[in-house]
């Protein structure tokens, strides 16, 4: 049997999409917003913050001001992200708070 390679989808592109999809369509959650962050930021910068969603504004709590600086930097990029995964509009803002 010969399959049509543009009939064909790859995994690696699929799932991706199958999964903001999916996170899109779930419940606001505290949980939700954690993962949508971790898998937006990747697993070092979510080490070095903490994250709220309050109001549509994510409240980002970075525990350097390295960390602080990395966020600013990357806002456009991450706020992209976080919109994939959660959906239009949910994150209006971004708030960036040094630990005490």
Do not use: N
């Amino acid at each position: 049997m010969r399959y049509d390679r543009c009939a064909v989808i790859q995994v690696h592109r699929f799932i991706p999409d199958a999964l903001a999809e999916i996170l899109r369509k779930a419940p606001l959650s505290d949980g939700k917003v954690a993962f949508a962050w971790r898998s937006s930021v990747g697993a070092a910068m979510d080490r070095g913050t903490r994250v709220a969603l309050q109001d549509g504004v994510l409240r980002v709590v970075v525990r350097e001001a390295a960390w602080g600086r990395e966020v600013e930097r990357s806002e456009p990029l991450i706020r992209a992200r976080l919109e994939s995964l959660l959906g239009r509009g949910v994150v209006r803002a971004v708030e960036i708070v040094h630990s005490k």
